[in-house]
């Protein structure tokens, strides 16, 4: 009997690169509006990254427009998709068209 092999969903491959996002933006040292510019580029740098990187790989556009340096953390706020069929959708959005497609 042949094994089915399961192909990850787009919303998952997001979350886990944003865990992934999370753990690297915990190491870099932050502190509101003291925060070096070295380090404030940086984290925008990775989050970039990992945005350009989905890109490629998912053929969605992936955006944090409210990140901000918030305290002692970097908060990304919340996430938009933009779908190759040009609609804008959140994350859950994204997971019921998923589940409905396969």
């Known amino acids: 009997m042949k094994k089915r092999t399961r192909y990850i969903k787009v919303y998952e491959r997001i979350l886990l690169e944003e865990k992934k996002l999370l753990e690297e933006l915990a190491k870099i040292p932050v502190d509101g509006r003291r ?4 380090n404030a580029r940086k984290a925008f740098k990775l989050i970039s990254d990992m945005c350009y990187q989905l890109a ?4 969605v556009l992936v955006s944090y427009p409210q990140k901000a340096i ?3 953390k970097v908060d ?9 069929n040009c609609k ?3 994350i859950e ?4 068209i998923e589940d409905r497609r396969y």
């Open 88 to 90: 804008l959708v959140t």
């Open 70 to 72: 918030a305290g002692k």
């Open 76 to 84: 990304l706020g919340g996430m938009l998709i933009l779908l190759p």
């Open 35 to 38: 925060t070096a510019p070295v």
């Open 93 to 96: 959005e994204l997971k019921e």
């Open 56 to 59: 490629q790989e998912c053929n």
